[in-house]
């Protein structure tokens, strides 16, 4: 049988954190790096999977019921689960993965491996589903299979990446945007170093407490709500993690007017004070992101910087004029290894399309 491939991208989240579950608005966009799937259909029920950077390969029999074994290739299999559990009828066959993503640097490389696997599975046995159709599939498979609460963020970025263009996505309406990018300006991720892991308890603890703020507010979730009335909540932690949401879904709103206005230095205070709501309120940062932040904001040029994903470890991303990013890139990463020990990898990203 012929061989096919598919690439899928990772993505920065720009502004908009933790919003995705709380049917608020994101802004995000996808990046050049991302996850090629080449393979092709075999003579069996069998299904083979290989990555170039992680070990072991899997190799098993999709007839048995899958279940998640808590290994890089669940993400894949949940792909296969959430397509059979659609009805799609999959047959055996054999896929190879290579990255080009760091793993663990909040760059979605887990919506990357499950985009690539989507659209691959879809040409191998054509079926043909709309992409939104396909980023609800993959969250489905991380939620219900990988057994991650995450957004529909990731899987939208994705799919839904456009070249020099940011991703405007309100999740509660399910409305996706494509938005011009700031001009001369580049995203310049640097990851810590000290990965991070959403299979952690943190993100589901944060997701509970914002739920949590939605009840005692008595609203569906808190994109019905402004920063102004979380304040009647009672001082104290499901506050604070409301605020950060509500003060999210408002600097979105104006980030949006700014792309538009291409007011970069107002943008990148957005970026800037998202930061500092993660620090204070919704405390998903950690010393090694704080760090990376002033580091970036003390280079003259720097418009703004934030962590970006899920927190707990990972990548910050700063805005930065394209003419220095390589500059500002060095300096950052030399100060970063002084001061901790830990070398910062820092990539200037392109902007690009989404899955193809
Ligand atoms: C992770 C999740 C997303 C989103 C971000 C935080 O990347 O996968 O769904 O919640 O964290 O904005």
């Not at 098993?60 to 009805?87: F, H, N, S, T, V």
């Not at 993503?101 to 887990?110: E, H, I, N, T």
């Not at 011009?180 to 509970?208: C, K, M, Q, W």
Request: overall charge negative; charged content about 20%.
């Amino acid at each position: 049988m012929a061989e096919i491939s598919s690439f899928a991208p990772g993505r920065v989240e720009l502004l908009g954190n933790h919003t995705d579950y709380n049917e608020g608005l994101v802004l995000s966009a996808a990046i050049h790096l991302g996850i090629t799937v080449t393979g092709k259909g075999v003579a069996s029920d069998r299904v083979h999977l290989q990555s170039r950077q992680i070990a072991p390969p899997w190799e098993g029999d999709l007839k048995e019921e899958l279940r998640a074994q808590k290994i890089w290739a669940d993400y894949p299999r949940g792909i296969a689960w959430a397509l059979q559990k659609e009805g799609w009828a999959i047959e055996g066959f054999e896929a190879q993965f290579d990255s080009t993503l760091p793993v663990g640097a909040g760059l979605s490389s887990s919506a990357a491996i499950e985009v690539a696997t989507a659209v691959f599975l879809c040409r191998l046995f054509h079926f043909t589903l709309s992409p939104l159709k396909l980023a609800k599939l993959c969250r489905k498979a991380e939620n219900e299979f990988v057994g991650v609460q995450c957004g529909l963020l990731d899987q939208v970025s994705s799919l839904f990446g456009k070249k020099n263009h940011a991703i405007f996505l309100d999740c509660r309406h399910e409305r996706i945007e494509t938005i011009p990018f700031l001009n001369n300006t580049v995203l310049l991720v640097i990851h810590s170093g000290v990965p991070h892991a959403l299979t952690g308890g943190e993100y589901n603890d944060r997701r509970r407490d914002c739920f949590e703020a939605a009840r005692l507010l008595e609203v569906t979730a808190l994109r019905d709500v402004s920063s102004e009335q979380v304040l009647q909540l009672p001082e104290g932690q499901i506050r604070k993690r409301a605020l950060h949401i509500t003060g999210e879904n408002e600097r979105v709103s104006k980030g949006v007017d700014l792309l538009r206005e291409g007011d970069v230095c107002q943008f990148g205070a957005l970026m800037t004070a998202s930061h500092r709501s993660s620090q204070e309120n919704f405390e998903n940062s950690t010393p090694a992101l704080d760090l990376l932040v002033e580091l970036s904001l003390n280079q003259p040029h720097v418009y703004g910087a934030r962590l970006t994903g899920g927190g707990f470890g990972g990548a910050i991303v700063a805005l930065v004029p394209q003419s220095v990013a390589q500059q500002v890139a060095e300096n950052i990463t030399r100060t970063y290894f002084q001061r901790t020990g830990y070398s910062a990898k820092a990539v200037v990203c392109k902007i690009a399309d989404g899955a193809r």
